[in-house]
């Protein structure tokens, strides 16, 4: 039994209960969260897990050069104001 999910898909808690299993691969497959009811009401949303980054490389592109931060500057400046 295939359960057809959209953007705003949702189950009653009971439905949920009984076929957690195959829901549970479902957002995974489909990437796209699930609403669980009760009485109609929302009471809790299963969303994917993101997958995990490698560590390495991570920051890539996040740190700019800009110059040397080291040197003096030529312009005179007070420390106190």
């Not at 691969?25 to 809790?44: C, N, Y």
């Amino acid at each position: 039994m295939d359960i057809k999910m959209d953007n705003s898909s949702s189950i009653g808690a009971g439905d949920f209960k009984a076929k957690c299993l195959k829901l549970l691969d479902q957002v995974v497959e489909t990437r796209q969260p699930l609403t669980i009811t009760k009485h109609g009401k929302p009471v809790a949303r299963l969303v994917p897990v993101e997958p995990k980054r490698a560590l390495f490389g991570a920051l890539k592109g996040s740190v700019y050069y800009e110059g040397d931060i080291i040197s003096p500057i030529d312009a005179p400046w007070d420390a106190a104001n």
